[in-house]
């Protein structure tokens, strides 16, 4: 009975650790952001595509919401992207002439996403997004993608919500939903204040304690039961703070996946419909880690197929 117990005790143990394990890799360095290791996974223990888009849908289904996660999936691939190209510079040079990162992320995750059962054209469609990204991402100016993406989020709410039909118009009343929309601006002036502070650059002899810090914070964050809503406030607050004391690039790339989680975020308490890892987050259990791994790196598809659907009036 002894032994019994002990074997039940240590694959219980291994099964809590492995969740645990997983569930670092998936939130710590931003939901969204693909890593060599997300596609992996997904394809080892995620869900599968029909399963995720099934969840999407329940999660994402009015014109607003899509308009404002479009603006997202955008920029979170591009904030991907930038990141990976910094972090392809810290390699030795024959890698990081290569791009090795950049390179192996986008060949596992095009892979993955043209093999779902997504219609051809929308896994062409999120291609070419992800090789727009690889190409263009280290060339553009972050300053100049955070003002797109804050500029182009605002608009895709207001315009999609004054164009739309009267039935899929925001419900609540604007004193309630304006002033969740004005946090994106609020926030992006609040970090230029911030960056132009005595406190900008004020710790740059200590950026590498800050990063491992950051790494542990954020780590022991992820690690925590239904972690997606901490990770993602203080992942925000905590990497865009990091940044404008260091003044590392990295760091701000970092700071932009976890703000597009946030906005997504926004997104659904304008909305009123519920975001899709909350509900699993609230779930628990093995298979709702499953399905956010699934919607996470089919997160280009997912989206691009509800609009596809919902642009052609194609049921379920």
């Known amino acids: 009975p002894n032994f019994c117990y002990h074997r039940i005790l240590f694959f219980v143990s291994s099964k809590a650790l492995m969740k ?55 920029s979170t691939i ?34 993955v996403l043209v ?11 999120a291609f070419v997004l992800i090789a727009f990204a690889y190409a263009s991402a280290p060339n553009i100016q972050k300053e100049t993608l955070e003002q797109c993406f804050v500029i182009g989020f605002i608009l895709a709410i207001l315009v ?3 164009f739309t039909n009267k039935r899929e118009k925001i419900k609540l009343p604007w004193i309630s939903w304006v002033p ?50 901490k990770v993602v406030v203080l992942g925000t607050i905590l990497c865009r703070s990091a940044y404008i ?32 890892l909350i509900t699993h987050g609230k779930k628990g259990g093995d298979n709702e880690l499953a399905l956010e791994y699934a919607h996470v790196v089919y997160f280009p598809n997912l989206t691009l197929e509800t609009i596809y659907c919902k642009a052609l009036n194609i049921a379920e």
């Open 160 to 162: 999609s919500n004054y």
């Open 20 to 74: 645990t394990l997983l569930q670092i890799l998936l939130f710590s360095l931003a939901p969204f952001f693909i890593y060599p290791w997300k596609p992996v996974i997904n394809v080892i223990a995620g869900e599968s595509y029909s399963v995720a888009l099934k969840h999407f849908k329940k999660g994402h289904y009015g014109t607003v919401n899509l308009a404002g996660h479009f603006v997202c999936l955008i």
């Open 180 to 229: 969740k929309l004005l946090l994106v601006p609020g926030l992006y002036i609040l970090s230029w204040m911030l960056s132009q502070s005595p406190y900008a650059r004020s710790q740059t002899e200590n950026s590498a304690r800050i990063e491992i810090a950051l790494l542990l914070l954020m780590t022991i964050i992820s690690a925590t039961p239904n972690p997606i809503k």
């Open 245 to 276: 004391v260091t003044g590392v690039d990295e760091l701000f790339y970092l700071s932009l996946g976890f703000v597009s989680s946030l906005y997504q975020g926004i997104t659904h308490l304008i909305t009123q419909e519920e975001a899709t």
């Open 78 to 111: 591009l904030g991907n992207f930038g990141l990976l190209a910094l972090l392809d510079e810290r390699l030795e040079e024959s890698y990081a002439k290569r791009r090795i990162l950049s390179t192996f992320c986008a060949i596992v995750w095009c892979g």
């Open 115 to 125: 093999l779902t059962e997504a219609p051809r054209c929308i896994s062409f469609f």
